[in-house]
């Protein structure tokens, strides 16, 4: 069963950092997709954090750029969000998504809080 699992979340303080690690299980696996990582605070949208187009190359939200930076191990079918300088408006679910086949996958969120 295709799945997407993230973990890495929790709760730092304004300045500090965190890595989020997303791992792909089930069909999705081993395969080249678009895959990266996405926000939603309380009553706002989900939107794009930063994210490995089907080709290759990133792409970032324009208030994460130069402090958070996105990465992959393809042997452990997971990807990576290094979050550095945080602030309090990065507090936020965090999901991961992948698309394969023309269909979304979306993992089950992690909390990160932000506190200054």
């Known amino acids: 069963q295709a799945q997407l699992v993230e973990s890495g979340g929790g709760s730092v303080q304004a300045g500090g950092s965190l890595r989020l690690s997303c791992v792909a299980s089930?069909?999705?696996?081993?395969?080249?997709?678009?895959m990266g990582w996405y926000r939603q605070a309380p009553g706002k949208q989900r939107d794009l954090v930063a994210s490995?187009?089907?080709?290759?190359?990133?792409i970032y939200g324009d208030s994460v750029k130069d402090r958070f930076t996105i990465s992959r191990n393809r042997a452990r079918d997971t990807v990576y969000l290094q979050m550095n300088s945080l602030k309090p408006e990065d507090t936020a679910v965090y999901y991961c998504?992948?698309?394969?086949?023309?269909?979304?996958?979306w993992g089950r969120g992690t909390q990160v809080t932000v506190s200054s």
């Open positions: 089930g069909r999705i696996r081993g395969v080249n997709n678009a």
């Open positions: 998504k992948t698309i394969f086949a023309g269909t979304e996958f």
């Open positions: 490995f187009t089907r080709d290759g190359n990133t």
